[in-house]
């Protein structure tokens, strides 16, 4: 459908959204920053978190566990 491009780049390749993939989705422009920022608010719209948005599923850990991970980053 050509919504990403796929460009060589060492031994992986580098993926890319294509004009068309803002098409597809109607959005204003193709820029990786904006089409974060649109999948947030929607996230937000439908009041659920982005993990569950996206489809992951979280990992249960303890408090101690949570501090040093938001420590972390």
Not at 4 to 32: C, I, K, M, V, W
Not at 52 to 73: C, H, N, R, Y
């Amino acid at each position: 459908m050509g919504l990403y491009s796929a460009e060589p780049q060492g031994r992986t390749r580098l993926l890319a959204t294509t004009h068309r993939f803002a098409e597809y989705f109607n959005l204003d422009t193709g820029d990786p920053e904006s089409i974060k920022r649109k999948i947030i608010e929607l996230a937000k719209e439908q009041k659920m978190g982005l993990d569950k948005w996206l489809g992951k599923q979280g990992i249960g850990v303890t408090p101690m566990f949570e501090s040093i991970m938001d420590f972390a980053g």
